[in-house]
Nanobody, 118 residues
Framework: QVQLVESGGGLVQPGGSLRLSCAAS????????MNWYRQRPGQERELVAA???????NYADSVKGRFTISRDNAKNTAYLQMNMLKPEDTAVYYC????????????WGQGTQVTVSS
C-alpha cells in the first residue's frame, strides 16, 4: 500500500526557511519521480517542484531560485527546502507520486500547512 507522509510545515516569518520531508513506503521509491504540489487558499492545487529518478529537477517560476527539491533513495524520502519564504507561499503542501500499474494513479500525502506571516 502506497503511503506518503509529509512533515516539516509550520509558521515562519517572511524571509525565513523551512524544510519539508515526504516519507514514502509501499513502493520502490528509487524508481519513481517525486513531486511537491501546493494549494493556496481559494486556489487550485499547483505543481511546485519535481524530481526524476535521475535527479533532474523542475520548478514553478514562482519558486525558482528559492526552493530546492531533493531525494534520498536510501531513506525513501523526498525533501523540499524552502528559502526566502514569502506570504504568498502560504499553502498546504502535498507530496505526490504517479505510478502506473494498469493505469496511472496519483498518490498523495495528507498535506502539511506552511504559513508565512509576521
Amino acid at each position: 500500500q502506497v503511503q506518503l507522509v509529509e512533515s516539516g510545515g509550520g509558521l515562519v516569518q517572511p524571509g525565513g526557511s523551512l524544510r519539508l520531508s515526504c516519507a514514502a513506503s509501499g513502493f520502490t521509491f528509487s524508481r519513481y519521480a517525486m513531486n511537491w504540489y501546493r494549494q493556496r487558499p481559494g486556489q487550485e492545487r499547483e505543481l511546485v517542484a519535481a524530481i526524476t529518478t535521475g535527479r533532474n529537477t523542475n520548478y514553478a517560476d514562482s519558486v525558482k531560485g528559492r526552493f530546492t527539491i531533493s531525494r534520498d533513495n536510501a531513506k525513501n524520502t523526498a525533501y523540499l527546502q524552502m528559502n526566502m519564504l514569502k506570504p504568498e507561499d502560504t499553502a498546504v503542501y502535498y507530496c505526490n507520486t504517479k505510478i502506473v500499474y494498469i493505469e496511472l494513479t496519483n498518490y498523495w500525502g495528507q498535506g502539511t500547512q506552511v504559513t508565512v506571516s509576521s
